[in-house]
């Protein structure tokens, strides 16, 4: 088994500019898939509200549903380091709010850090709360998916100038609050590569060109996600379609008589089959 990823170790990856790879997962055999890969990072989103729970966006998600995926997570994995993320309304009130929801995905989900979106002057709170909690926080700026609405909708940020320079000004806020380690998403490469020097803390990027490392879902790069993805995915299988070919034949098989076959069925005896008929008389007769 390899050694257990940690903050220092991914700060040693940044400074030996050695990739750091991240996958967001959301059950046990997504999981332990990511764990045999020897992935560094995995992210329960709470985009998990859409590609595992059926909703149509993320924050209608609630904490003990995450609690339930990230618990599942951690049971999958035992070296790569697990980020939760915190879902909508779980901060938003107060910094002691904040705090503690992270406990909870500390302590009932066995998450190694939280993921909190945004970096406003309130997310710069709770960031600065939570970890001096002694919890590590990733933060995450560019698209924020929990306000998207306030962006403008799922798009590109930092495409003009005064998203470019809030991406600066964000980027190194949450550092200086005590992010351990920052995601951004989708933010031209260019704009990345302006504030990625300046960022002491790993830089996991996503549809943001090249950074310290990439995140990108599970189900996005096997294939399983049905329906048009974003423009930065890239699927390196395509799991979904063999998944419904391989229902499909069971449907088939079953409708036709076909399984199950001989030799998925247990073994009897003639007095357990005599047992069951005498008892079945018994019981009819009277």
Known sequence: ??????LQRLAEMKERREPIVMVTAYDYP????????????????????????GHDSTVAVTVDEMLVLAGAV???????????????????VSDEQAIATAVRFVKEAGADAVKLEGGGEA??????????AGIPVVAHVGLTPQTAVA??????????????????REALAVQDAGASVLVIEAVPAEVTAVVLPALEIPVIGIGAGSADGQVLVLHDLLGITEGRTAAFVKRYGSIGPDMVSAVQAYAGEVR???????EHVYASTDEAVAAA??????????
């Open 123 to 132: 997310r710069l709170s709770r960031i600065r709360a939570i970890a001096d």
């Open 277 to 286: 008929r005498a008892e079945l008389e018994a019981r009819t007769s009277d």
């Open 1 to 6: 088994m390899r050694a257990q990823v940690t």
């Open 151 to 168: 962006l403008g909708g799922l798009r590109a940020q930092g495409r003009t100038a005064d998203s470019a320079a809030r991406l600066v």
């Open 256 to 262: 036709g008589g076909v399984f199950p076959g001989p």
């Open 74 to 92: 951690r049971r999958g994995v035992q070296s790569a380091f697990v980020v939760a993320d915190l879902p909508f309304g779980s901060t938003e």
């Open 30 to 53: 997504s999981a332990r898939t990511a764990e045999q890969a020897e992935v560094d990072m995995v992210l329960v989103g709470d985009s998990g509200a859409q590609v595992v729970l």
